[in-house]
């Protein structure tokens, strides 16, 4: 059984774009693989956080993939920060990594420009994110489009090391979503959805109520034609509502082009309304109640107990390998 992992930072709120992208693509992994799903809070601090607001979005995060259908026995749930291996193993790589290949991350170019001061943490995360991969022995690592160049380096460092050192590190390969791995902003469809965009229109979170989702959508923007049609390059604000409404409710493409022809734009936002509520209500009311269970500190704490146990026996080789361990 091959093994993946991936996680979620506790920074704003989950998007739909975040759901169906990434988490709701956890509970299918869970069925098929040996699946690590952790909480990236260390990656949070790359930008300044209020302690205790990030401590319960880590929480509502993890309470979160609990409701969506992440199971504990059949999935390794945890904090990053449980797990002390990972700041270990990334100081190491560190050590192996070039100024310049992490100068020419895009995501670091975009994060920091027009910025006076940006911290090294934001400068060095890549690093920290292929010790969260590498520790595990990943297979598999489900990404997007803008986490390729990162999941690249990974593969750089681990080969860097394995080369120098001998074999301690598996080679993750990319799992990429052929459909549905950009979620677009509502506000501007040429863009991807952000949990840090300026308006709040340019996403639907998880937390979002029935009017909220509602005046959102029908608010979304599309073009003139009023012609239903998918065409991701001259109609993005409709071939996105298609997009959503497919991985929603399960119909193809095709099938919703076919069914709303001719009834204008109105009828499929109307429509896609009813599907998104349909479909969020339920995971909201299981959010609510595992919050108010007190479960999810324990699925956490015995998660990050099975996640020590496999991270603790690959620092252990990689510190032997680089003479740091007497």
């Given at each position: 059984?091959k093994?993946?992992?991936?996680?979620?930072q506790p920074?704003?709120?989950?998007?739909?774009?975040?759901?169906?992208?990434?988490?709701?693509?956890f509970?299918d992994?869970?069925e098929?693989?040996?699946?690590?799903?952790?909480i990236?809070?260390?990656?949070?601090?790359?930008?300044?956080?209020?302690?205790a607001?990030?401590?319960e979005?880590?929480?509502?995060?993890?309470?979160?993939?609990?409701?969506?259908g992440l199971?504990?026995?059949?999935?390794?749930?945890?904090v990053?920060?449980d797990?002390?291996?990972h700041?270990?193993?990334?100081?190491?790589?560190?050590?192996?990594?070039?100024?310049?290949?992490?100068?020419r991350?895009?995501?670091?170019k975009?994060?920091s420009?027009?910025?006076?001061?940006?911290?090294?943490?934001?400068?060095?995360?890549?690093?920290?994110?292929?010790?969260?991969?590498?520790?595990?022995?990943?297979?598999q690592?489900?990404?997007?489009?803008?986490?390729?160049?990162?999941?690249e380096?990974?593969?750089?460092l681990a080969?860097?090391?394995?080369?120098?050192?001998g074999?301690i590190?598996?080679?993750?390969?990319p799992?990429i979503?052929?459909?549905?791995?950009?979620?677009?902003?509502?506000?501007?469809p040429?863009?991807k959805m952000?949990?840090?965009?300026p308006s709040p229109?340019?996403?639907?979170?998880?937390a979002d109520t029935?009017?909220?989702?509602?005046?959102?959508?029908?608010k979304?923007?599309?073009?003139?034609?009023?012609?239903?049609?998918?065409?991701?390059?001259?109609k993005?604000?409709?071939?996105?509502?298609?997009?959503?409404?497919?991985?929603?409710?399960?119909?193809?493409i095709e099938?919703?082009?076919?069914?709303?022809q001719?009834?204008?734009?109105?009828?499929?936002k109307?429509?896609l309304v009813e599907?998104?509520?349909n479909h969020?209500?339920?995971?909201?009311?299981?959010?609510?109640e595992?919050?108010?269970?007190?479960?999810?500190?324990?699925?956490?704490?015995?998660?990050?107990?099975?996640?020590?146990?496999?991270?603790?026996?690959?620092?252990q080789?990689?510190?032997?390998k680089?003479?740091l361990?007497?």
């Amino acid at each position: 059984m091959k093994r993946v992992l991936s996680g979620v930072q506790p920074t704003g709120d989950v998007t739909i774009g975040n759901y169906l992208g990434a988490i709701k693509r956890f509970v299918d992994f869970q069925e098929t693989t040996e699946s690590f799903f952790t909480i990236v809070n260390l990656h949070a601090w790359t930008v300044p956080q209020d302690p205790a607001v990030l401590r319960e979005k880590t929480i509502n995060l993890a309470a979160l993939y609990l409701a969506v259908g992440l199971d504990p026995n059949k999935s390794t749930i945890f904090v990053q920060s449980d797990v002390p291996e990972h700041s270990e193993l990334a100081w190491l790589l560190q050590c192996m990594a070039y100024f310049g290949e992490l100068g020419r991350m895009t995501q670091f170019k975009d994060k920091s420009d027009g910025k006076q001061n940006v911290t090294v943490g934001l400068y060095t995360y890549p690093v920290l994110m292929a010790a969260d991969i590498l520790l595990y022995q990943a297979d598999q690592v489900p990404v997007g489009d803008d986490q390729k160049q990162h999941l690249e380096l990974t593969r750089d460092l681990a080969e860097r090391f394995n080369n120098r050192f001998g074999e301690i590190f598996k080679i993750p390969e990319p799992l990429i979503a052929e459909f549905g791995a950009r979620i677009m902003g509502l506000d501007d469809p040429t863009k991807k959805m952000s949990k840090s965009a300026p308006s709040p229109f340019n996403r639907i979170t998880l937390a979002d109520t029935p009017d909220e989702i509602k005046s959102k959508i029908m608010k979304a923007i599309t073009d003139t034609e009023n012609e239903i049609r998918y065409d991701p390059e001259t109609k993005p604000g409709i071939s996105n509502l298609l997009t959503i409404h497919s991985l929603f409710s399960g119909e193809s493409i095709e099938q919703l082009v076919e069914r709303f022809q001719g009834q204008g734009y109105g009828t499929l936002k109307k429509d896609l309304v009813e599907v998104v509520v349909n479909h969020l209500q339920p995971i909201q009311e299981r959010h609510r109640e595992l919050l108010a269970s007190g479960e999810v500190l324990n699925v956490l704490k015995h998660g990050a107990e099975r996640a020590r146990a496999v991270a603790a026996t690959t620092l252990q080789a990689a510190k032997e390998k680089m003479g740091l361990v007497l």
